[in-house]
DNA sequence: TATTGTTATACTCTATAACTATA
DNA sequence: TATAGTTATAGAGTATAACAATA
């Protein structure tokens, strides 16, 4: 009898629990989004976007689909709404007159720092059986997983 | 200078990065279950309940619903697809006029090893640069999330 | 009265293809 | 000729509410 694999992991069962758990975190972050009320629509695409932008200051609908890993007229589509609900505005790039920047609004400004405490709220209590160094370790491992990867991180 | 914290990974850190991991391994699964060529669609959340239902053999829609964590509504429009594929069909219960039934096709058991074996082997490459205990390593810590939580394991 | 699944309807995310304006 | 973003269109996944059949 193979002992050395008898209580192996296979690769295909830490990918499936991977995916349970993130699935089990959205979940979380969107109930908890949804209660704090904001003025506007935060799903998960959404967020993901105003958090690019954000990082960014200013960015181009070209590069944020690029970011993201969605196409342009994806971008369109999530921005039309975004600017519906007064998240952000397109202003035409000085630069390239085909080119449109996006940039945040002042209420978006002041609602992010909301979300974001409470991002972190949750996440440490998701994580609030994990030691200092287990969490270390968790990602780590995560990071290992992007090894040798030569292209921009997606987010 | 508190350098206890100097070097420490914020919990929300950990999860960002668990998110873009999750990420990518799903876009790298659904280019391969592409080129695979299945006779019918395999989309994510379609492999998921198909997963489910090949894993219980029959299973009832309501079930069914609850461990995918979506509505009976959702499953309903899934199954409609699946069946019209002729990946599942349905059946009354013999125990309880008002529930459905579902099972796998003959069809559908034939192309799942393959699908299957697709998935091991994508999962390996992903991991190729994780040594065993490295695999174990992670499959723990991601476990420990779900730890003293009571609800059924969702898929 | 409660539960199972459906019809009717709608919203979000995503995409391809054809087009406009600019480079 | 190539690039940035849009209009037009479509499909998948998800949901709520009202309903029919059954328990």
Same mark, same amino acid.
């Given at each position: ?51 690019? &932008? ?8 070209? @590069?944020?689909?690029? *970011?993201?890993?969605?196409?342009? %007229? +994806? ?39 909301? &979300? ?8 440490? @209590?998701?994580?609030? *059986?994990?030691?200092?160094?287990? %969490? +270390? ?19």
């Amino acid at each position: 009898m193979d002992l050395s694999k008898e209580n192996a992991v296979l690769a295909v069962e830490v990918l499936d629990l991977l995916f349970r758990a993130t699935r089990h975190i959205q979940q979380e972050y969107e109930m908890k989004l949804e209660s704090l009320s904001l003025p506007f629509q935060l799903s998960g695409p959404r967020l993901r976007l105003l958090l690019v &932008v954000w990082r960014a200051e200013k960015i181009r609908m070209n @590069e944020l689909a690029s *970011k993201l890993g969605v196409k342009p %007229r +994806t971008v369109t589509e999530l921005v039309d709404a975004l600017e519906r609900d007064g998240v952000l505005h397109r202003t035409p790039d000085p630069n390239d007159r085909r080119a449109t920047l996006l940039h945040l609004t002042e209420e978006a400004l002041n609602q992010i720092s909301r &979300v974001r405490s409470v991002q972190m709220q949750i996440s440490d @209590e998701i994580l609030q *059986k994990f030691s200092a160094e287990q %969490r +270390t370790q968790l990602h780590a491992l995560l990071s290992k997983i992007f090894e040798g990867m030569e292209f921009d991180f997606v987010y």
